[in-house]
């Protein structure tokens, strides 16, 4: 059992090894795209399903809230939040518009969509990327495994940072610390250093 349970955490600690050799460039761009959009008064949408419903949940309320330094808060929208607009778009519609129709309501050109999926086959958040890009917002991808279907979608100008790992728990704990990261340099850029 404590060998099952310390391969874990070799498997993360790995997964985190290749993460940090491939994906800081790609953190960077996005984290640049994101503060090009708020400085011209642009927000945030976030989206995903399942457990990547909750990191967008978390990456919105650092930055609406804050991340680890006291600052004023910044727009962003998790879009899997309000549960009567979530059941009423799946009730009426589709599920598979349940992001699609809150960014042609509220996006607009120069915001950014933050996807976050493990997969990337999920239909919604496809649909979100042709909503996004129907509005003129910029798309950063969180994606794993080999991006999906999201993946083919995507535009010269959107960033796609690709976790390096299959595992579905591998991906959301490099998903976590990705966001970490996107939400320390938010801050660093449009507020310095951190004292």
Do not use: W
Not at 38 to 57: D, H, P, T, Y
Not at 77 to 93: G, V
Not at 160 to 189: F, G, K, T, W
Request: glycine content about 6%.
């Amino acid at each position: 059992m404590l060998d099952h349970i310390t391969s874990h955490f070799s498997d993360s600690i790995d997964a985190q090894i290749r993460a940090a050799e491939e994906l800081p460039p790609l953190i960077g761009q996005a984290a640049e795209l994101m503060v090009h959009s708020l400085i011209n008064e642009g927000k945030i949408l976030v989206c995903g399903n399942g457990s990547s419903a909750a990191l967008a949940q978390i990456f919105s309320s650092s930055l609406l809230n804050r991340y680890e330094r006291e600052r004023p808060g910044l727009p962003a929208i998790a879009l899997s939040t309000d549960t009567s607009t979530l059941t009423s778009i799946s009730s009426d519609y589709s599920y598979h518009e349940v992001f699609s129709k809150q960014i042609r309501a509220l996006g607009q050109p120069g915001d950014v969509l933050l996807l976050i999926s493990a997969s990337g086959q999920s239909s919604s958040l496809v649909q979100a990327i042709q909503s996004a890009h129907d509005r003129e917002l910029s798309v950063i991808a969180l994606t794993g495994m080999d991006g999906g279907n999201c993946t083919r979608l995507l535009q010269n100008e959107d960033v796609e940072i690709r976790a390096p790992a299959q595992s579905e728990p591998r991906i959301h704990e490099l998903h976590m610390v990705i966001l970490h990261c996107l939400c320390d340099l938010i801050d660093e850029y449009l507020f310095g250093s951190a004292e």
